[in-house]
Every structure is written in structure tokens, then in C-alpha cells.
T-cell receptor, first 115, second 114 residues
Framework: EAEVAQSPRYKITEKSQAVAFWCDPISGHATLYWYRQILGQGPELLVQFQDESVVDDSQLPKDRFSAERLKGVDSTLKIQPAELGDSAMYLCASSLPLAGYNEQFFGPGTRLTVL | QKEVEQNSGPLSVPEGAIASLNCTYSDRGSQSFFWYRQYSGKSPELIMFIYSNGDKEDGRFTAQLNKASQYVSLLIRDSQPSDSATYLC??????????????FGKGITLSVRP
């Protein structure tokens, strides 16, 4: 069964360090999303890619966060420097391009703890 | 006013009962509506979506949509302890295609008592 892959599953880091998360979407899904989910809240969109292009990064804290999807397949989300408030679950999702009603399928997520 | 609101909860029902989960949204241009189930410590799992007014049934799950009232709900019949999870309502606010964007509610936690 096709799934969204993410790594690492867990990451513990100290504040001011750099962290990076990787995502591989379902094969054929051109749209890729990175979300952040704080405990007790719903996922909040950080950045959306259509192929290798950014469609929406309005909620991405660009002073410390960056995201890329160079070849339009897998993607990396980076935080530098990490802050205590960045502790959250980082979720990657993908959906089919320009079709359907935007059913998004999530990967297992990366649980980030910043000490 | 938040774009997607899920204010009722946490919800506790006995095993075998019907669980009713509610969600309201603010953007009348919203086109499709999703219910995700999220177990503690896990990622959201898509269980249903609906885009036309009325009911949509899938096994023990029924999604209901009323666009005039800007209201979407999820009914779970014959609730099982394995249904205990947080249920997230998500609304596709900007339309289809590359500009589609899901906005999530904060979720409702359901507990099914054996």
C-alpha cells in the first residue's frame, strides 16, 4: 500500500541547533504539504509545494524555517536555529495533482523536542 | 471567529452507542470537507470526505453536510473502544487544484466506554 514516508520519527535537540526533516510523498502525488501540530491543536499548514514550486508559504517562519523540493519528489524541512517553541509534531502530507477534492494523506510524522 | 470550529468535547459514549461529532466552518466558498481520525501519538488518518449536501455513508461512519448552515458532522454507529481517538474536521477553503488548502479544527476527543 502506498504511504508517505518521513524521517526521523523522533528528534531531540537543544535550542539554537539545526534540525532537518525528510518526506517522500506517495508516488505520483505532485502536491506536498508540511504541517506543524502542537499538542491539543489541529495541524497548521507551514508550506505547500506543487511539484518543485512553492504554492503557499505564508505561515512559514522564514527567519528560521526553510523548505525545499528540488526535484519535485521528496522534500526537506529545516529549522535553524531551533527554539523551545518549535517542539511539536511535524507532519508531511501529499495529494493528487489538480484532481479530486484535495484528499490529503499523512505520513507518520516527526516528533520534535527542543530542550 | 476561527475558520473551522469543533467546540463540543471531549465526548464519552458507551460501547454500541452512536457518537455524533460536529463541526462548523466560516467560509461559504468551501467545497469539500474531511474527517480525520488521530490516535494518540500518531498522525491523522483520512476516514471520510463529503462535498455534496446530505449524507454519505461508509460502513459504521456517516458524514452529513449542510452548506446552508455551514455545518458538517460525523456519526459513528455501534461505537467500539477502538474508535477512541481524536477526530479532526478539515475544510477545503480555497477550491480545487494547486490552490487547494485544508484548514483543520482543533479536534474532538472521543472515548468509547466498554
Amino acid at each position: 500500500e502506498a504511504e508517505v514516508a518521513q524521517s526521523p520519527r523522533y528528534k531531540i535537540t537543544e535550542k539554537s541547533q539545526a534540525v532537518a526533516f525528510w518526506c517522500d510523498p506517495i508516488s505520483g502525488h505532485a502536491t506536498l504539504y508540511w504541517y506543524r501540530q502542537i499538542l491539543g491543536q489541529g495541524p497548521e499548514l507551514l508550506v505547500q509545494f506543487q511539484d518543485e514550486s512553492v504554492v503557499d508559504d505564508s505561515q512559514l517562519p522564514k527567519d528560521r524555517f526553510s523548505a525545499e523540493r528540488l526535484k519535485g519528489v521528496d522534500s526537506t524541512l529545516k529549522i535553524q536555529p531551533a527554539e523551545l517553541g518549535d517542539s511539536a509534531m511535524y507532519l508531511c502530507a501529499s495529494s493528487l495533482p489538480l484532481a479530486g477534492y484535495n484528499e490529503q494523506f499523512f505520513g507518520p510524522g516527526t516528533r520534535l523536542t527542543v530542550l | 471567529q476561527k475558520e473551522v470550529e469543533q467546540n463540543s468535547g471531549p465526548l464519552s459514549v458507551p460501547e454500541g452507542a452512536i457518537a455524533s461529532l460536529n463541526c462548523t466552518y466560516s467560509d461559504r466558498g468551501s467545497q469539500s470537507f474531511f474527517w480525520y481520525r488521530q490516535y494518540s501519538g500518531k498522525s491523522p488518518e483520512l476516514i471520510m470526505f463529503i462535498y455534496s449536501n446530505g449524507d454519505k455513508e461508509d460502513g459504521r461512519f456517516t458524514a452529513q453536510l449542510n452548506k446552508a448552515s455551514q455545518y458538517v458532522s460525523l456519526l459513528i454507529r455501534d461505537s467500539q473502544p477502538s474508535d477512541s481517538a481524536t477526530y479532526l474536521c478539515a475544510v477545503n477553503i480555497k477550491g480545487t487544484g494547486a490552490n487547494s488548502k485544508l484548514t483543520f479544527g482543533k479536534g474532538i476527543t472521543l472515548s468509547v466506554r466498554p
